[in-house]
C-alpha cells in the first residue's frame, strides 16, 4: 500500500466553481501536510501548509486535515483559468525523519 | 540567489551508460531530496539526505546512488542506465523541521 493516496484525475471545471482535490494516506506518523502547485515543466512550489488536524484559509484557498480518518483535502473557491495547474498533496512526520512523500498529483484545468 | 540548480536540465543517454545528476543549494538548507516525475505517476522520492554524510532510501532507490558531497551539493547517479529510467528528475531541499521544500527546475532524462 502507498503511504499517500491522491485520485490523479484529471479534473475540468468551469471558471467560478468549487474544486474539491483530496488525499488519503496510511502513516500515522505524518504530522505535516502540504499542497503544491505545478504548472507545466516547472517545479512544484508550496500552496499551502497544515500542521496536525484542522483548517486553513488562505484567500479562495483552504485546506482540512480529518487525522481520525486519515484524509486531506484542498478546496478552492471561485476558481480562475490561472488556478489551472497539477495540485500535489505532500506529507511529513515531525521531528526525527525528515522524509516527504508526495501523493500522485491532480491535473486541474479551469474553464473560460 | 539562485536556490536549488540542477545540471544538466537535459540529457539522453544509451542503454547502460551511466551519469551523474548534480543538485546544488544555496539556502543552507539541512534536507535534500532526489525524486521522479512520471506521467500519471506523482512525485516519487528516490533518496533523501537530512544531513550532510546521511543519506535515506526512498520508494524507489533500485538503480540509483547518491552522495551528499557536502551541505550544498546532493548528487544522484546513475551506473547502468535502463529505459525504465526515462524520467524528469527534480532535486528539492528544505531546512530541518520547515514544511516548504524549494525544488530545481528539473533534468529531462531520456535512456534509449
Known amino acids: 500500500q502507498k503511504e499517500v493516496e491522491q485520485d490523479p484525475g484529471p479534473l475540468s471545471v468551469p471558471e467560478g466553481a468549487i474544486v474539491s482535490l483530496n488525499c488519503t494516506y496510511s502513516?500515522?506518523?505524518?504530522?505535516?501536510f502540504m499542497w503544491y502547485r505545478q504548472y507545466s515543466r516547472k517545479g512544484p512550489e508550496l500552496l499551502m501548509y497544515t500542521y496536525s488536524s484542522g483548517n486553513k484559509e488562505d484567500g479562495r484557498f483552504t485546506a482540512q486535515v480529518d487525522k481520525s480518518s486519515k484524509y486531506i483535502s484542498l478546496f478552492i473557491r471561485d476558481s480562475q483559468p490561472s488556478d489551472s495547474a497539477t495540485y500535489l498533496c505532500a506529507m511529513s512526520p515531525q521531528g526525527g525523519s525528515e522524509k516527504l512523500v508526495f501523493g500522485k498529483g491532480t491535473k486541474l484545468t479551469v474553464n473560460p | 540567489n539562485a536556490g536549488v540548480t540542477q545540471t544538466p536540465k537535459f540529457q539522453v543517454l544509451k542503454t547502460g551508460q551511466s551519469m551523474t545528476l548534480q543538485c546544488a543549494q544555496d539556502m543552507n538548507h539541512n534536507s535534500m531530496y532526489w525524486y521522479r516525475q512520471d506521467p500519471g505517476m506523482g512525485l516519487r522520492l528516490i533518496y533523501y539526505s537530512a544531513s550532510e554524510g546521511t543519506t535515506d532510501k526512498g520508494e524507489v532507490p533500485n538503480g540509483y546512488n547518491v552522495s551528499r558531497l557536502n551541505k550544498r551539493e546532493f548528487s544522484l547517479r546513475l551506473e547502468s542506465a535502463a529505459p525504465s529510467q526515462t524520467s524528469v528528475y527534480f532535486c528539492?531541499?528544505?531546512?530541518?523541521?520547515?514544511?516548504?521544500?524549494?525544488f530545481g527546475q528539473g533534468t529531462r532524462l531520456t535512456v534509449v
Open positions: 502513516n500515522s506518523a505524518f504530522q505535516y
Open positions: 528539492a531541499s528544505r531546512d530541518r523541521g520547515q514544511t516548504e521544500a524549494f
